[in-house]
């Protein structure tokens, strides 16, 4: 029951903590009297609000050691033990399952970045296709008055994705 109460929660704000600080600097800058009532509530509680928002993300991997500890300080076959490893156990799956979501999500985020500037293909854009990887690769290409004799090497950047091989080179301009 708590994982499948905490996971969208958690995974939602660990997807989203990156932003975090671009979040803060845009909100004190465009937003009149934010920064105002930020810097006073971080004189009042003595506590900066980055910091506070960090604290969700960093219980995540607190509170397994905290679990661990409290196992092995319990006495072998106590109610108490019993509770702390099955507790560890969920947290341990509830981690795991949060990065994986994270790591997806990122994972989705780059590829809708790849593929919105690259010209012509967004398109490709969807919700089960992923990027698995990128690189870049120097080839040599076929001269344009014949296929069959090939000429000069080109840097071009490879996009793996499940299902689609995306092979992009820059623009003659130098834009994108």
């Not at 975090?20 to 004190?28: F, G, N, P, S, Y």
């Not at 156990?89 to 690259?118: C, D, G, I, W």
């Not at 990027?131 to 290409?141: P, Q």
Request: hydrophobic share 40%.
């Amino acid at each position: 029951w708590l994982i499948a109460c905490l996971l969208p929660r958690y995974s939602a704000y660990c997807c989203n903590y990156p932003h975090v600080a671009e979040a803060l600097i845009t909100a004190r800058e465009e937003w009149g009297g934010v920064s105002d009532l930020i810097d006073e509530a971080e004189a009042t509680r003595g506590v900066a609000l980055q910091a506070l928002l960090f604290r969700p993300v960093q219980r995540l991997c607190l509170y397994p050691l905290l679990l661990q500890k409290m196992t092995r300080s319990s006495t072998e076959g106590s109610p108490m033990r019993e509770a702390c490893e099955k507790a560890f156990a969920a947290l341990q799956s509830l981690n795991s399952e949060v990065n994986e979501t994270v790591r997806q999500m990122e994972a989705r985020l780059r590829m809708t970045e790849v593929l919105m500037h690259v010209d012509g293909v967004d398109h490709l854009i969807e919700a089960n296709r992923q990027l698995h990887l990128e690189a870049l690769v120097d080839m040599k290409c076929p001269t344009s008055s014949a296929l069959t004799s090939w000429g000069v090497r080109r840097s071009y950047k490879w996009y793996v994705l499940s299902d689609y091989l995306l092979i992009c080179r820059p623009r003659r301009t130098g834009e994108g």
